[in-house]
């Protein structure tokens, strides 16, 4: 058995590289819907009784696009979301998780252009152990809520 | 019918915490007991590992009795896949002590209906009560393993009550 010994020297030439390439491509603004910090523990805000009051955390920059060109009837469409890996690490040191993959969790969805998404899967693109881009499969919602865009 | 389904939520919830209490989760910055209603959450590609959900199907009305008796399906459905520890070889074990607790969540199979829509909550005229659970075979989709029980409740329309 054998593993890498080589000195990988860290620079985030591939951060700065991603953040630059997806605000070059349409970089827009994505808001996961996060749970207030003090979440409701009575009983109504666990029988749908009160509202949950999502507030918009944004993300910029993001590239949204969508996967596959045609329509299945009666299957939602499906969405890629590009998320700049600097936005996504500041945000989860500003709201001390754990991990990203902690934020994504606790996202009750994403809003891009007033449109509400369902995250369906979440994975990573890296360059010498850090991660520069998030990539999230997202299904439409069938709410057709109009979403506010964070500020 | 919404007073009965709170009930029966609300009552298993209750009991989960003296049955296991070590059965929890955190859901909307919230740690509580394990258990969720799906329709009063918000949509999931998954369902969440080692929690019981509740899922509301059917609904049957018999109106042949001085008060509608109404009769709801709830679907319980969990999934796990064991612990870290022993690398997922303990699913079928997690799987069983999971279907162990239901079963005693389940008993006594009554409740008082309440009125959640107040606070503090309302009691009401009636009980609400439910069947034997019966478990679907248990089945596999990769290393998740889950099952469904199915219990239906019933409970009287009381008069003013929608």
Sequence with gaps: MSWDTSTQNFDDHALRMANALLRANGGTTASLQMPPAAGDTTDAGQLGLNAPNFQSLPLSPAVFRRLRPTMSEGQPAKYELLISGVAVQATVSELQLSSADALFSMAAGVAVGGKLFLIEAVSVSESLGAVFMYRLLLRESTSEWQMQQGQ | ?162
């Excluded at chain 2, 606070?119 to 089945?139: C, E, K, R, V, Y």
């Design chain 2, 1 to 162: 019918m919404q007073n009965a389904k709170d009930t029966f939520y609300i009552t298993l919830r209750n009991r989960l915490t003296t049955v296991n209490p070590d059965r929890t989760m955190s859901l909307r910055a919230v740690m509580r007991p394990g258990i969720l209603v799906e329709e009063a959450e918000t949509p999931v590609a998954e369902l969440p590992l080692d929690v019981f959900v509740l899922r509301w199907t059917k609904l049957a009305v018999d109106t042949q009795l001085p008060l509608i008796l109404m009769q709801m399906t709830c679907e319980i459905h969990y999934v796990t896949v064991g612990t870290q520890g022993n690398a997922g070889l303990d699913r079928g074990r997690a799987l069983e002590a999971m279907d162990d607790e239901l079963l005693q969540l389940l008993c006594p199979a009554s409740a008082i209906k309440m009125n959640y829509t107040q606070t503090p909550a309302a009691q009401m005229g009636t009980s609400i009560f439910w069947s034997q659970a019966i478990l679907a075979p248990a089945t596999t989709v990769r290393e998740r393993i889950g099952r469904v029980a199915t219990v239906n409740v019933f409970a009287f329309q009381e008069q003013g009550e929608q």
